[in-house]
């Protein structure tokens, strides 16, 4: 079943983990086909709290259409990832 998704994560503040880490989101979201209609990068921002002994993060946020079954999948690659400090999927639909 395809479901509407918003997707938020945060990479290191520096350029090229950032570039890195957006490269495998985009190829993970390719892979599993899920049809993104929406993306936004919202920059550099501090940290609420300290993560990896970083106080900024990369923050990219995103609109997807995507089999829900696929969902836990692409989060295991995110979660493994060290290019990734935290992200987060969001159903919008589900109550």
Known sequence: MIANYEFTIIFDADEEKTKAGLELVKSTFERFS?????????GVRTLAYMIN???KGHYFYFELK???????????????STLVMKYLFVN????
């Open 92 to 95: 919008p639909e589900r109550k």
């Open 34 to 42: 899920a049809e993104v209609t929406k993306e936004e990068d919202l």
């Open 66 to 80: 995507a089999d829900t079954s696929v969902v836990g999948q692409m989060s295991s690659i995110f979660q493994l």
């Open 53 to 55: 002994k970083q106080d």
